[in-house]
């Protein structure tokens, strides 16, 4: 049987790869991907988190449905996100966050 | 640790995700990129099934692999034709060593039980299913509340979406 502590060794991987991603890319559509990927390793914890403790009764799935919120969590802030994207690339014709600086004073 | 057809998933699915995920931020062609999203996204799927949730590997590919990805492939082909992007990174040294110590500190935080020792085994029974989670979300008990405003939120991001990116000429 897999321990925990390896579950969570690769989601703590996934989520510094999303940090990395975030932090580093130019693209906006990179850096929105890196917010998956650090959503996705939330995920894992919360399931093995879930799996590894007592589950016995129905009510107790606070995992289970933490999950799934978070999955919605995650289409919503991808198709705001994008949406935002593609009007600033039609105003502005860039994906670069750093030219987007209308608001700067 | 016996090597059976738990372990050699657990390391099939890691491959897949971690190699996914570092896919996604080397990758020059975004194209690529979010191909390499799906798989890593589809390691993730994985896990969820050896973690006896398959009602949520199924969420999983369904959102993440049919309708995320597809709505980046969309974003990345609209946006592409005047990328003049050169370079793929800004700040490439300081990022790589700040996401560096966040995994060390992460690491360092997992392997040693500073909260005490980790379970080993899984919980032996497992008896929940899809409607066990069906009837908690709509328990009084359960998750009704945020289960509602999960659903205003959805509401509110796809019309905040579509007016977002409604074309103002037209």
Do not use: H
């Amino acid at each position: 049987m897999v321990p925990l502590w390896m579950y969570l060794a690769v989601a703590a991987a996934l989520f510094c790869i999303g940090v990395f991603g975030v932090l580093s890319r130019r693209n906006a559509v990179a850096i929105l991907m890196g917010v998956e990927l650090m959503l996705n390793a939330v995920n894992i914890n919360l399931v093995a988190f879930w799996r590894y403790s007592e589950t016995g009764t129905p009510l107790l799935l606070s995992g289970y449905a933490f999950t799934a919120f978070v999955l919605i969590i995650a289409a919503a802030e991808a198709a705001v996100g994008l949406a935002i994207i593609i009007t600033v690339y039609r105003n502005r014709r860039s994906v670069i966050p750093e030219e987007a600086d209308t608001l700067k004073g | 640790m016996e090597l059976n057809a738990v372990t050699i998933g657990f390391f099939v699915f890691s491959i897949l995700t971690l190699g996914g995920g570092i896919g996604v931020v080397t990758t020059r062609n975004l194209f690529q990129g979010t191909i390499w999203l799906m798989v890593s996204l589809f390691g993730v799927a994985g896990y969820f099934v050896l973690l006896s949730a398959p009602f949520l590997a199924a969420v999983q590919v369904l959102v993440y692999i049919g309708a995320i990805a597809i709505l980046i492939t969309f974003a990345v082909m609209l946006t592409r034709s005047v990328t003049r992007i050169n370079e793929r990174y800004i700040r490439t040294i300081p990022s790589f060593v700040a996401s560096l110590a966040l995994f060390l500190v992460l690491l360092f935080g997992i392997t040693v039980p500073i909260f005490g020792d980790y379970p080993t085994e899984m919980a032996p029974t497992v008896v929940m299913t899809t409607r066990d989670l069906g009837v908690a979300l709509v328990d009084g008990n359960g998750y009704v509340v945020p289960f509602l405003l999960a659903s205003v939120l959805l509401t509110a991001a796809m019309i905040g979406a579509i007016f977002i990116a409604r074309d103002e000429e037209s």
